[in-house]
């Protein structure tokens, strides 16, 4: 995975050309004549065009990131971080309460109004984290 954002042109000159190119017809029109109604001429020409310029990968948006597999076609992947959303939310909380755990601040978990409880989002057992990712139990 790449992320964008970097100064290193020839990095991403290299991550151009790995990602590759596609070919691009060019129609040009062109008449010629010395009557009022010229002559029309139609001419193609096939252009090989890189699919992403280096330019473009050094400005990738946020929460979005090329994946280039060996074997695969390249992607641009949408991301999203871990404490987004309505489970994220509880992983700060609970990073909180294990730093205070660690340092023996028992009496700082205590909520001292019962309008400070935090109000918890039951997790997942670890059995069914274990099953919904292949794993034996």
């Not at 020839?10 to 070919?23: A, C, M, P, V």
């Not at 001419?43 to 065009?49: A, Y």
């Not at 641009?76 to 609970?94: Q, T, V």
């Amino acid at each position: 995975m790449v992320f964008g954002g970097g100064k290193d042109i020839r990095f991403y000159q290299e991550l151009s050309d790995l990602i590759g190119s596609t070919t691009h017809t060019e129609t040009r029109y062109s008449s010629w004549s010395r009557e009022w109604f010229g002559v029309m001429d139609r001419s193609f020409d096939q252009r090989r065009v890189p699919i992403l310029e280096p330019a473009e990968l050094r400005r990738i948006e946020q929460r979005k990131a090329p994946v280039l597999a060996e074997m695969y076609d390249p992607i641009i992947a949408n991301l999203h971080r871990c404490i987004d959303g309505r489970r994220g939310k509880e992983l700060p909380a609970a990073q909180r309460r294990a730093r205070l755990t660690a340092r023996g601040d028992e009496e700082t978990l205590q909520p001292t109004h019962p309008l400070d409880v935090e109000p918890t989002v039951p997790t997942v057992s670890i059995s069914r984290t274990r099953q919904r990712l292949g794993m034996p139990k």
